[in-house]
Structures are given as C-alpha cells and as structure tokens.
C-alpha cells in the first residue's frame, strides 16, 4: 500500500524546466545577459522542486510505515492510509465525544491511518513506533456506505462515504483513500475498500441486530 513517487519524476520535472527556459529564450529571443539571469535562476527553482518532492516523499513512507504496524498489530482487519479533507475536519471537530482522549480531541492529521474491523473504525496518527487511536465510530451508527468523488488539492479523486444517522453521531463521515502515487489522479482502491468495510459493517449489524 505504498505511496511512492513515480519513477523518474524528479528528473523529468529538472528536464521540463530545462527546456522551458530554453522556449522562452527562443521566444522573446532573449540576449546574453538574459540568458545568464536564466541559468543563474534556473538551479534555484530545480532545487526548490527536488526539495519539495523529497519532502513530500518522506511524509508518505513514514505514514506508509504507520500503516504496515497497524496492520501487524490488528491482524484481520482492514488497514489504509486515507487523507484528511475541509469537510472531514469540520466533521471530527463536530462530534468531539468520538475522540479517544482529551490528549487527541481535535485532531486532524493531513495523513492518517483507516483501522476497520468488527468493532467498527477508527482512525491513527503518530509514527510507527507509537501509533496513537485519536477517533473511533462504532458500525452501530452507519447507516450506509456509498462511493463519492471529491476534490482533492490538485487532483479529482475517488472516495467513500459512511452515512451515519444514529446515536450521538449524524450526518457523512467521508474517507479519501491515500493514493499510492504521489501526483495520481486515480485511487482504483476505492470499490473494493467499499466493498470490504460494507462487509465488516453488515457482519457486525448481524452479530448484534438489536444494539
């Protein structure tokens, strides 16, 4: 469930921006002087996309690394990395009784990690080592679960939606998996996340049908 940058990427964004200032100099036919402004700039922006991209690297190995613990430590359980959205926050922030401890109330990490099993589904921020449980639902109040399409910074992707309409908790719990390709616009994990937490939920509506 890795989240890695395509390959090549870096090198190809250095080699667009090579030829872009090489355009520009064709176009505005630009002299001697402006060429060196060019050359002379040129590093400076490489240098700060190469930077950004290993950072954003980094960010996602370590949360990839949270989610290979989770699923270690709670073997037969649905694991995925998922990423936080404006509506998402504003719906955790509104429910504040499904935090797990007042250390964590109001918590919305950017990543974070998706446990689901018979219980119901909770939500992990923190680092492998110490992976900390700041949110839980319990399967008792969803009411459904449907598939949704959601804007996402740069990139149009696909997500889930738990409608909950019981107990304490009301209205749409939206999930946007975490792509495993850091510039993707596709997230094809989508149906079957769906197709496995609806199991889990009707399973455990099942098991206990009057709760």
């Keep these: 469930m890795g989240n890695r940058a395509p390959k090549g990427l870096i090198p190809a964004i250095v080699l667009a921006l090579i030829t872009l200032a090489l355009v520009l100099a064709r176009v505005f ?52 990395g998922a990423e936080m959205t404006a509506a998402l926050k504003r719906r955790l922030r509104s429910d504040p009784d499904q935090y797990t401890a007042p250390a964590v109330t109001g918590r919305t990490p950017h990543l974070f990690t998706v446990v689901s099993d018979a219980e119901g589904l909770s939500m992990w921020n923190g680092s492998a080592s110490k992976p900390v449980r700041f949110w839980w639902i319990d399967w008792h109040t969803v009411s459904g679960i449907r598939a949704a399409m959601y804007q996402l910074q740069y990139k149009e992707v696909r997500g889930l939606v738990l409608d909950t309409s019981t107990g304490a908790v009301l209205g749409a719990l939206e999930l946007v998996p975490r792509s495993t390709r850091l510039l993707s616009a596709r997230n094809d994990r989508s149906p079957a996340l769906i197709e496995r937490l609806t199991e889990l939920w009707r399973a455990a509506r099942q098991a206990r049908p009057n709760t």
């Design 29 to 80: 036919g630009l002299g001697g002087e402006e060429w060196r402004g060019i050359l002379e700039a040129a590093p400076v922006y490489v240098g700060a996309a190469a930077a950004a991209f290993i950072v954003i690297a980094v960010y996602n190995w370590w949360a990839d690394a949270r989610d290979r613990r989770l699923a270690r430590d709670h073997p037969g359980a649905l694991v995925f």
